[in-house]
Structures are given as C-alpha cells and as structure tokens.
Nanobody
Framework: QVTLVESGGGLVQAGGSLRLSCATS????????MGWFRQAPGEEREFVAG????????YYTSPVKGRFIISRDTAKNTVYLQMNSLKPEDTAVYYC?????????WGQGTQVTVSS
C-alpha cells in the first residue's frame, strides 16, 4: 500500500519561496515517476511538475518553468517542490502523486496561499 503525505505549505507574500515535501511509503518506486499537482478554488486539479525515476529527468507546466524545481531524496523517500518567485495565481492546494497519477494515491494536500 502506498501512502503519500504532503507538507510545507503556508502563507507567503508574492515573490517569496516555499518548499513542499512529499513523504512516500510503499511501492511507489514501481510507478513511472512522481508528480506535483495543484487545485485552485473552483478549478480542476492540474499537473505542475514531474520527475522520472529512471533518469531523474524533470518537466514542468509552462506557468511554473524557471520558478519551481522538483527533486527527490531517495534515501529519505521524499520528493520536494521548491517554489520560488511565487505569484498570487500559484495559490492552490498542492498534491503529490505518481505520474501519471493514480486515484488511490491522492492525499490531503497542502495549502499554499500567496498574497499580493
């Protein structure tokens, strides 16, 4: 059974930074990779960033390219999302999941609020 627990969210002013963490347990390594997703109020959940297990290659949705960095610490079974130059439009609940995501892996997420 896979468990994913997100943390690190909070309230930050525009231009600030946050680092989100996703602690993983279980056989998450059997998936293709990991991703971060977000859901803003009234919006559908969307992909933000992904990392591939095989070669640590990373990829991002256009609005966050150059500002967000996804990484992983294999020894800690943790995936991170470093978010810099945050904008009010980054406000959302952020989730980690395998990528492509699996319904049974969705956790509670962590709230990120960026004030202008």
């Amino acid at each position: 059974q896979v468990t994913l627990v997100e943390s690190g969210g909070g309230l930050v002013q525009a231009g600030g930074s946050l680092r989100l963490s996703c602690a993983t347990s279980g056989r998450i390594a059997r998936t293709y990779g990991m991703g971060w997703f977000r859901q803003a109020p009234g919006e559908e959940r969307e992909f933000v960033a992904g990392i591939r297990w095989s070669d640590d290659s990373t990829y991002y949705t256009s609005p966050v390219k150059g500002r967000f960095i996804i990484s992983r610490d294999t020894a800690k079974n943790t995936v991170y999302l470093q978010m810099n130059s945050l904008k009010p439009e980054d406000t959302a609940v952020y989730y980690c999941n395998s990528n492509p995501p699996r319904e049974e892996f969705w956790g509670q997420g962590t709230q990120v609020t960026v004030s202008s």
